[in-house]
Every structure is written in C-alpha cells, then in structure tokens.
C-alpha cells in the first residue's frame, strides 16, 4: 500500500478528529426511548397542525359546488335569466324605504365570480370538460366560438360592474356614473346569456 504523504496524513488525522468530537457520548437506553417519544409526539403534532390547514383552507375544487358540470351550466344560465328578468330589483340595494342605491356586486354572484360555489364558478373550465359531449364533431367550431364569446363577455360585465361600484367615488362620478357601468354590465351579461344559451343547445341540454 502506498504511504499517505506528510500533508494528506495531517488532513485525515484532523478530519478523524472532528467526526471523534462530534460523536455523541453513549447514551442509555432510557434516554433513546424518550427522544423517541419526543419524535413521535412532534411529528404527530405537526400531521394535526397540518390537517387543520386543509379544513380551514380547502381547495377550490372541494369547496365548489356539488352539481353535476351539466346542472352547473343549466342553473347558472338559468340564474343568468332571472337576473336579467329582474335587473333592477336585483341591482338596488335598499337601506331604508326612502333610501336605495345601486348595488352592482350581486351581478358578479351570478356570473360565478364571488364564491366558489356559485354554480358558473370557473364556467370556462366547465365549458371545457363538457366539449367531449358533443354529438356531432362539426359543432366543435360553433362550441369553441359560444364558448370564448361567453369567456370574454363575462370578463367584460365583471370589469363594468366592479368600475360601477366605486363609480360614485370616482373623479367625475356619482348615481350617474353608477348606473352608466352598470348599463354597460348589463349589456355584456345579455351577451353571456345568449353565448351560454348556445353552448347548452349545442350540448342538446335545452
């Protein structure tokens, strides 16, 4: 065997002498048993504080609403009907009987864009899932049209309604300023109607 050089010698005399100090003395079984539990308990612990975590966060995919992708579709177009039925009743919030203001927020509810569980929560990705249900693949085109119309109107009517929120408080704003966004809203929410009206008869679900 080859002798070790003067200087590599040194460096695995040193290096020995650091795993020597850094070894623990021997400890009796006792001790070994009781970090053991300690371990256990921690880990235990953490899995709880971890489980708690889910519950109190759940994902949006469990937390969503529990119909079918179809009855999601059916209920929100059929939400998107009263709502437009029933616009003014829906959009005016009233504190008292002789004071009511314009509340543009319920139109984002009803667009699926509040809550998880509202039933056009996430609608593209609906939309999406359901393309494999077509009859007819010569209708994939029309469906991918309804579909990216629907997307962008509801993108549009989100926009109009949040602006017409704070449209009072805005530079230039006030009732008129409220009701002009509003107006606007509710004109892309017909046009998400009328999008989402396709996508269900090309589905042949009405």
Not at 52 to 63: K, N
Not at 67 to 91: A, F, H
């Amino acid at each position: 065997m080859r002798r070790v050089s003067g200087r590599l010698a040194t460096e695995v005399h040193a290096r020995n002498f650091r795993e020597e100090a850094e070894t623990p003395f021997p400890v009796s079984l006792e001790e070994v048993r009781r970090k053991d539990a300690t371990r256990r308990t921690a880990l235990e612990t953490a899995g709880r504080s971890l489980l708690g975590l889910v519950v109190a966060f759940p994902l949006p995919a469990l937390a969503a609403s529990k119909l079918s992708p179809t009855d999601r579709l059916l209920t929100g177009y059929k939400d998107i009907v009263y709502l437009l039925e029933n616009w003014d009743k829906e959009t005016t919030k009233c504190e008292s009987p002789t004071k009511c203001v314009r509340d543009a927020d319920v139109v984002r509810k009803y667009l699926g864009l509040r809550s998880t569980k509202d039933p056009l929560f996430q609608a593209e990705k609906t939309i999406q899932q359901l393309q494999g249900n077509l009859d007819d693949p010569d209708d994939i085109e029309q469906f991918i049209s309804a579909a990216e119309e629907f997307s962008s109107a509801q993108s549009m009517a989100n926009s109009m309604a949040y602006t017409s929120s704070f449209g009072e408080y805005n530079p230039g704003g006030g009732a008129d300023a409220v009701a002009r966004y509003l107006e606007i809203s509710r004109k892309q929410v017909i046009i998400c109607k009328s999008a989402l009206e396709k996508v269900l008869k090309l589905l042949k679900l009405i």
